[in-house]
T-cell receptor, first 114, second 109 residues
Framework: IAGITQAPTSQILAAGRRMTLRCTQDMRHNAMYWYRQDLGLGLRLIHYSNTAGTTGKGEVPDGYSVSRANTDDFPLTLASAVPSQTSVYFC?????????????FGEGSRLTVL | GQNIDQPTEMTATEGAIVQINCTYQTSGFNGLFWYQQHAGEAPTFLSYNVLDGLEEKGRFSSFLSRSKGYSYLLLKELQMKDSASYLCAGTDSNYQLIWGAGTKLIIKP
């Protein structure tokens, strides 16, 4: 089934550890995004990529990094996790970076930093 | 500033109609989305409005007034499976999405 796959589904992590959340899509979409979702807040954009080889900062980029080596993969790395990064992380993709069409979301990665 | 406002929670009865409102303020505006999100799941696309007016899609309709910075999602013939959060999102001048916190809709028998 075509779509977006995220891994891991959930993870408990000690503060200070490095963590990479994986995201792969097989729809050949140009644009990919990482969001975090916290109770009482809207989805907040962390980083995005409008096409392979390019990335951009979203609303809350601090403490996170991304890479886009190819069209399909868009990993999110927490270099040194802190408790405030406890959240549900969603990867998403769209045909273009203009956000004029549907966003397709992965199932989410629930991260707890202790 | 940029802001999307929608009610935190609404309750409705199975078989009834409910309207979920959304007001937005974005620096430049290119369109408005509605997504549905069931608890513990990913958001899924419902509608996208660019022009003023009502767009109907089965039991769900979405309305936009650009001059008033206002949109609503109308759900008819409510079913128990419609219990979910409904997310409103507007695009800004850089074509990035600004999301509301979501409206949790509770359907009672």
């Amino acid at each position: 089934i075509a779509g977006i796959t995220q891994a891991p589904t959930s993870q408990i992590l000690a503060a200070g550890r490095r963590m990479t959340l994986r995201c792969t899509q097989d729809m050949r979409h140009n644009a990919m995004y990482w969001y975090r979702q916290d109770l009482g807040l809207g989805l907040r954009l962390i980083h995005y990529s409008n096409t392979a080889g390019t990335t951009g900062k979203g609303e809350v980029p601090d403490g996170y990094s991304v890479s886009r080596a190819n069209t399909d993969d868009f990993p999110l790395t927490l270099a040194s996790a802190v408790p405030s990064q406890t959240s549900v992380y969603f990867c998403a993709s769209s045909e273009s970076g203009l956000n004029t069409g549907e966003l397709f979301f992965g199932e989410g990665s629930r991260l707890t930093v202790l | 500033g940029q802001n999307i406002d929608q009610p935190t929670e609404m309750t409705a009865t199975e078989g009834a109609i409910v309207q979920i409102n959304c007001t937005y303020q974005t620096s430049g505006f290119n369109g408005l989305f509605w997504y549905q999100q069931h608890a513990g799941e990913a958001p899924t696309f419902l509608s996208y409005n660019v022009l003023d007016g009502l767009e109907e899609k089965g039991r769900f309709s979405s309305f936009l007034s650009r001059s008033k910075g206002y949109s609503y999602l109308l759900l008819k013939e409510l079913q128990m499976k419609d219990s979910a959060s409904y997310l409103c999102a507007g695009t800004d001048s850089n074509y990035q999405l600004i999301w509301g916190a979501g409206t949790k809709l509770i359907i009672k028998p």
